[in-house]
């Protein structure tokens, strides 16, 4: 992670919080476990969301196979300038995550591996954030994983309604230990095996459609 990374990221946090939610780039021990649910070596498809100017980008890279695709959405246009600039081999798309399975469509992109995400979830309203996980399951394949970063400025109410809406949406969900070095201190999501359809639990933690 460069310098140029962060002051480009702290310049638009001053215009652009609202998107950003922090003014801080997630530290390299979180950017190494949010990369983690990308298959060592795999040939598949990697989507990241929130790029922000390419804190993941080598991460994620060292994971990938010589055949894999790695797609990159951000919505900011500095920093999308940014990251063509300083990851000329990324390929970046901009676009808001609302428009997520055109954005795939017009990739060419039916099926995705692994999604990893930065996305400022807790402060995205619940249209946006049902909407954009539901395409998320949808688009997995069945063994996928997705990833997620929460940090301590999240709401504690708003990160329990994620938590009930990424329990509806996967099989198995992760929430990892605080990472207290990371600025601001931040702990992960890590999903796997997305459900075909989102389904509720009931109070004895049944499944059923929604
Ligand atoms: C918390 S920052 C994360 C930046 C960087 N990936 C990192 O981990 O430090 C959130 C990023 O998501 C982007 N973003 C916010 N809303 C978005 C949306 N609706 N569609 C696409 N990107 C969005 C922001 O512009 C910003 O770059």
């Known amino acids: 992670m460069g310098r140029p990374d962060h002051v480009v990221f702290l310049r638009r946090s001053f215009s652009k919080m609202d998107q950003l939610a922090t003014p801080f780039l997630t530290g390299p021990r979180l950017c190494r476990v949010l990369a983690g649910v990308v298959p060592r070596g795999t040939d598949g498809v990697v989507v990241e969301l929130g790029a922000g100017p390419g804190v993941l980008a080598e991460p994620i890279r060292s994971r990938l196979g010589p055949n894999a695709r790695y797609l990159a959405v951000e919505i900011d246009s500095e920093l999308v300038a940014h990251l063509r600039a300083h990851k000329p081999w990324l ?16 990739a060419g992109i039916d099926r995705v591996d692994a999604f990893v995400s930065t996305l400022p979830w ?4 619940h249209a946006l954030r049902d909407k954009v996980m539901d395409v ?3 688009r997995l394949t069945p063994n996928g994983a997705m990833s997620m970063i929460i940090t301590w400025m999240a709401l504690p109410n708003r990160v329990r309604e994620l938590r009930t809406l990424l329990d509806r949406h996967f099989d198995e969900v992760v929430e990892t230990a605080t990472e207290w070095r990371n600025p601001p201190p931040a702990r992960t999501f890590l999903c796997r095996r997305p459900l075909p359809r989102a389904t509720s639990l009931d109070e004895h933690g049944t499944r059923s459609a929604s």
């Open 136 to 138: 998320i399951a949808r």
């Open 122 to 125: 807790a402060v995205f309203p």
């Open 91 to 106: 390929e970046v798309v901009q676009g808001d995550v609302a428009d997520l399975e055109r954005i795939l469509d017009e």
